[in-house]
């Protein structure tokens, strides 16, 4: 997406908000926030879980290549 796309989605969503009430606002913040929390919260849960798997020496090393390989098996 352009950057010239992205703001005008931005802006869009910003006159969007700018119409509802300061209660639909406030709401809004709400769940953005609430969402954003979860977000972190499964993103700390996937980096506990990868931090895991390489103490217990689950995690291989190689290029691109064998990357690839070994998902065609």
Do not use: C, P, W
Request: aromatic share 6%; hydrophobic share 40%.
């Amino acid at each position: 997406m352009s950057k010239t796309a992205h703001t005008s989605q931005f802006q869009q969503a910003l006159e969007a908000v700018e119409v509802l009430s300061l209660e639909d606002q406030a709401m809004l913040l709400d769940i953005l926030q609430n969402r954003l929390r979860q977000r972190g919260n499964e993103l700390l849960k996937e980096v506990a879980e990868v931090r895991q798997e390489y103490a217990e020496g689950n995690v291989k090393f190689g290029s691109v290549a064998d990357f690839m390989a070994e998902l065609d098996d």
